[in-house]
Structure formats: structure tokens, C-alpha cells
Nanobody
């Protein structure tokens, strides 16, 4: 069983920055691909960013490329999402997911999820 806990969400102005953190309580963290997804009110959950087990490969949704950066620290069982130049359309609940094996942008490949952290971008 993998337990994921997200933190770092909050209210930020347009153009501001936030850094989300996901802590995993599992000794096999370094064998799991990790990703961030988000869900806005009335919308389906969508892919944001993913990172491979060793951090060597990353994927981003087109809507966040150049603004968001995903990274991981396997020694601390943590994955981060640095979000810059935030826009109102980035407002959503952000979820961290863990997938044993291959990195994917597909939600169904992720077996474990955190409870989510709210990000609100306001003018």
C-alpha cells in the first residue's frame, strides 16, 4: 500500500508561484513513476506532469509547458511541482499519483492517489 500526502496549495494571484509537494510513505518510491493531475470544478481530472522513476524523463501537458516543473527526491520519497506564471485556468485540486513501472500521462496507469490540495489563482 502506498500513502501519498500532498501539500503546498493555496490562494495566489495571477502570475504568482506555488510549489506543491507530495510525500510518499513507501520504501519502493524509487521504483514508482510519479505524476500530478488536476481537477477543476465541473471538469474531469486531467494530466499535468509526470516523472520517471529515476527522474531522468519528464512529461508535461501542453497547457503547463514552460511554466511548471516536476522533480523528485528519492532519498526523501518526495515529488515536487513548481508552478510559475499561474493563471486563473490553473485553479483546481491537484492530485499526486504513483504508478509502479512505466511513466505515463494516462490516469488509469496510476494505482495510488493522494487526497489532493487546492490551488486557487485569483486576480
Amino acid at each position: 500500500q502506498v500513502h501519498l500526502v500532498e501539500s503546498g496549495g493555496g490562494l495566489v494571484q495571477i502570475g504568482g508561484s506555488l510549489r506543491l509537494s507530495c510525500a510518499a510513505s513507501v520504501c519502493t518510491f524509487n521504483r514508482s513513476a510519479m505524476a500530478w493531475f488536476r481537477q477543476a470544478p465541473g471538469k474531469e481530472r486531467e494530466f499535468v506532469a509526470a516523472i520517471s522513476r529515476n527522474g531522468g524523463t519528464t512529461y508535461y501537458a501542453d497547457s503547463v509547458k514552460g511554466r511548471f516543473t516536476i522533480s523528485r527526491d528519492n532519498a526523501k520519497n518526495t515529488v515536487l511541482l513548481q508552478m510559475n506564471s499561474l493563471r486563473p485556468e490553473d485553479t483546481a485540486v491537484y492530485y499526486c499519483g504513483a504508478a509502479p513501472g512505466v511513466t505515463s500521462t494516462r490516469e488509469e496507469k496510476y494505482d495510488y492517489w493522494g487526497q489532493g490540495t487546492q490551488v486557487t489563482v485569483s486576480s
